[in-house]
């Protein structure tokens, strides 16, 4: 019986000869419903994480021929599959299975806020935690665990922390949209909706003030 990656290739590549050394291994390094590829010369390791396991082949499958796409770099990154669009609509909606068990009275209170006045207070709410105080990672969105993290640098800065937990909700209303083998998580869509917040551009200069006054040398700014 072929392995699912042997399947995932002949799917995808259907004329071409498997070359690679191949292997599959879950991990309980990641976390939820990560996944990646690497490649040695001749070798090509997928890891995905332990919850993987659950999910049926036909979305593993997707998910490894998205990995190859990233990885071969043939010149076919417009090839779609039946089971790349399962897998991409099962990452787009895995948030709802997600258990709720990580919140904070501050995140909370910024949720709310800018859920009712950008969102209509339409938007469910994601597991909410305080990462370290980085400078060089402001938030982030997580689809496998639906989870907003932002840096603990904006516990006292109530409107930036605002401004950041809207970038962050945008994540998660959006998602992403798969083009040419990659997923682009900044489409038009968001960008506008994005320009809309109250005083935005007044927001992104304070946002950097702050994140260059906790730097220290410590990276970029990036959200």
Known sequence: MPSLIEEAFHELYPDKE???SISLKYSRKFSPYNANVKRYGNNLIFSLSRDWKKISKEIQIGLIQELMIKILKENDK???????????AFL??????I???KTDEILDASFNKVNE???NGMLDKPNLQWGNDSTSKLGSY???SDTITISAIFRNETSLLDYVMHHEM???KFKFESKNGRHVHHSPEFRKME??????DMMEKETARLAKKHRHGFGLLNF
């Open 18 to 20: 498997l070359k690679y």
């Open 78 to 88: 417009n090839k779609k599959t039946i089971n790349m669009e399962l897998y991409n």
């Open 92 to 97: 787009k909606n895995v948030h709802i299975a």
């Open 99 to 101: 258990p709720k068990t």
């Open 117 to 119: 006045a950008y969102f």
């Open 142 to 144: 997580e689809y496998g």
């Open 170 to 172: 945008l994540h998660k």
């Open 195 to 200: 320009a809309k917040f109250e005083n935005r």
